[in-house]
């Protein structure tokens, strides 16, 4: 069965960045499920793997246009340490729940300097180049209940 828009798809996945490191991976546990063409995974991710059946292997490169999005330099804001409370002792790296004009994002601490801290609102893969090395391990179709939800149940998937 090749993977088209409808399919419950399970595929194991080891994402690299460009320096070989590892960000992500389904290695030593479950394979990734989803329901394929509503936008669950990355666009380009999606797009490579349309078309391919079980037992695929595939390495793929997604440029950052079709992956977690180009860093946007306007999403970087200051703010003064004394605003950030609850948090304990603030580092370079840590992520917070801020809530802004924009709803609640997530941010990344990426300078502390004297009573300011610059916070970044970029995806932290925003700009990454990403390499997945993906096999597929089984294709199936989606129960109406699935396409109805837009999400996958049973095993790898929601339970409600
Ligand atoms: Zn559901």
Same mark, same amino acid.
């Given at each position: 069965?090749?993977?088209s828009?409808g399919?419950?798809? !399970?595929?194991?996945?080891?994402?690299?960045?460009?320096?070989?490191?590892?960000?992500? !991976? !389904?290695?030593?546990?479950?394979?990734?499920?989803?329901?394929?063409g509503?936008?669950q995974?990355?666009?380009?991710?999606?797009?490579?793997?349309? /078309?391919?059946?079980?037992g695929?292997s595939?390495?793929?490169?997604?440029?950052?246009?079709?992956?977690?999005?180009?860093?946007?330099?306007s999403?970087?804001?200051?703010?003064?340490?004394?605003?950030?409370?609850?948090?304990?002792?603030?580092?370079?790296?840590?992520?917070?729940h801020? !809530? /802004?004009?924009?709803?609640r994002?997530?941010?990344?601490?990426?300078?502390?300097? /004297?009573?300011?801290?610059?916070?970044?609102a970029?995806?932290?893969?925003?700009?990454?180049?990403?390499?997945?090395?993906?096999?597929?391990?089984?294709?199936?179709?989606?129960?109406?209940?699935?396409?109805?939800?837009?999400?996958v149940h /049973?095993?790898?998937g929601?339970?409600h």
């Open positions: 069965m090749q993977i828009t399919k419950v798809v !399970s595929i194991d996945y080891t994402l690299t960045d460009d320096k070989k490191q590892v960000l992500d !991976s !389904s290695d030593g546990g479950d394979p990734l499920t989803y329901l394929h509503v936008g995974l990355i666009s380009g991710l999606e797009k490579e793997l349309d /078309g391919k059946s079980a695929d595939l390495q793929v490169t997604i440029k950052p246009e079709d992956g977690y999005g180009v860093r946007d330099d999403s970087l804001m200051v703010v003064p340490k004394k605003s950030i409370q609850g948090v304990g002792e603030l580092k370079i790296g840590m992520q917070l801020a !809530s /802004g004009g924009h709803g994002q997530v941010v990344t601490i990426t300078k502390i300097e /004297g009573d300011e801290v610059t916070l970044d970029n995806h932290p893969l925003a700009g990454a180049t990403l390499h997945f090395d993906v096999t597929i391990r089984d294709v199936r179709d989606a129960t109406e209940e699935e396409v109805a939800h837009g999400h /049973g095993p790898g929601h339970h």
